[in-house]
Each structure stands twice: as C-alpha cells, then as structure tokens.
C-alpha cells in the first residue's frame, strides 16, 4: 500500500478481554515499530522488529503484551486480559533502513477503549 | 537512560512572529534527534532531521551538544504551522529506538 495501514481504527472492549491490533507497514519496510500514545503524551516505545524478529521489546509494559511479525511484514500487537489503563492509541511505524536516516513512517493508529 | 524533555506543552505565537519550540535530551551516546509534527487528523511525519542540516517549511533546528538541546525554530510564524511538534531521539548506540518526548502543540493567531 502507499502508507502504513493499521486495523482496527477504533476498538472498544471491556476489561479482561483479548484484543489483536494489526499493522501492515510500506512494502519493503524491514523495521517495524509499535508505539503507545496516551492523552497528552508523546508516543512511548513498546516493540521494534528488524525482519521477522523482535530486535527490542524492552518497551513492552508486562507480560500481557505480545507482537509478532511471523513473515517480516505484516504485525500484530496481542494485549491479553486488557485492563483500563490499556486505553490509548496504539501507533505503528515502519521503516525502510535502520542504520540510515531512519524516518519513521507511521500508521493513523489504532485507539483502544477499555471498559 | 534516554529521555526527551520538551517543556512547553502548549504555545500560542501571533503570526509573523518567531518561534521556538525547546527540545533537551539526554543520552550517553551520540545522538540523532529529529522533530516530528502532527497536523490535525493527519498522521505523525517526519519535519526534519539533525544530520540534513535542513530548513524545511521555514523550520529549522540546531543539534547543541553543550546544551544537549535541539530547539526547533522559524523566523515567521504561519497560521497553517498550528500542530504537534514532537522532538525525537533515535538510540543508535543500543538498537535503533526512537524515543520521543511528550510533544508541544503549537498555534498561530492570526
């Protein structure tokens, strides 16, 4: 596609339940990152893959977050027994060239309100 | 650890007037900083980055070593600058993060 599409737009849901957040980056794009974004905060790193593996997921807050890349393209962000505080916008971005300039190019986001 | 500082949450500059949006980091490595902006309902993009030396849209932003800052500034405020400004820090030293601080929303009066 021309940009990073992410699905879905919006999800709301209700505490406890399991949610998959999916982004389908620029073709070609072999870094992929997923960000957080609460009101009135900057985007706060969560995972970043390089290919098909997670080169860093130091920003994942517990165990409750996963994020596969199974085939170095499309990625799913997997939140398991979501609680409240779960809610924010969830940003994907990818990337053409880590050890380049390395723009980022991001998604619109996926906002998820729980419940 | 890596941080982005940006202080000002909210500006509000009459147009024609200068801007300056501060920016501080800390990093133990050699920083690459760049400055995301976000108008409204479009998606976070790119504005600049430290290594292109760069003006774009007017912008222009130096990397300050000494003061660890990377300010973002242009001479004359237009209207169509209202935004989120967001200054970012790419961790190159430990894997390419990006990092970025809590963003500053800019308006021009007309």
């Known amino acids: 596609g021309a940009g990073v599409s992410q699905t879905p737009s919006n999800k709301v849901t209700e505490k406890g339940k399991y949610v998959e957040l999916r982004c389908d980056p620029i073709?070609?794009?072999?870094?992929l990152y997923w960000y957080r974004q609460s009101l009135g905060q900057g985007p706060e790193f969560l995972i970043y893959?390089?290919?098909?593996?997670?080169?860093?997921d130091s920003g994942l807050p517990n165990d409750r977050f996963f994020a596969v890349r199974p085939e170095g393209s499309v990625s799913t962000l997997k939140i398991q027994r979501t609680e409240r505080g779960d809610s924010a916008v969830y940003l994907c971005?990818?990337?053409?060239?880590?050890?380049?300039?390395?723009?980022?190019?991001f998604g619109e986001g996926s906002r998820l309100t729980v419940l | 650890a890596q941080r982005v500082t940006q202080p000002e949450k909210l500006l509000s500059v009459f147009k024609g007037a200068p801007v300056e949006l501060k920016c501080n980091y800390s990093?133990?490595?050699?920083?690459?900083l760049f400055w995301y902006v976000q108008y409204s309902r479009q998606r976070l993009q790119l504005l600049l980055r430290?290594?292109s030396r760069e003006s774009i849209k007017g912008f222009t932003a130096d990397l300050n070593k000494g003061e660890t800052s990377f300010h973002l500034k242009k001479p004359f405020a237009q209207e169509e600058d209202s935004a989120m400004y967001y200054c970012?820090?790419?961790?190159?030293?430990?894997?390419?993060?990006?990092?970025f601080g809590t963003g500053t929303s800019l308006t021009v009066i007309p």
């Open positions: 073709s070609g794009h072999t870094a």
């Open positions: 970012a820090l790419k961790a190159a030293n430990t894997g390419n993060q990006f990092y």
């Open positions: 971005a990818s990337s053409s060239r880590t050890g380049g300039t390395g723009e980022l190019f």
């Open positions: 990093y133990s490595g050699s920083p690459e």
């Open positions: 430290h290594i």
């Open positions: 893959f390089q290919g098909t593996g997670a080169a860093d």
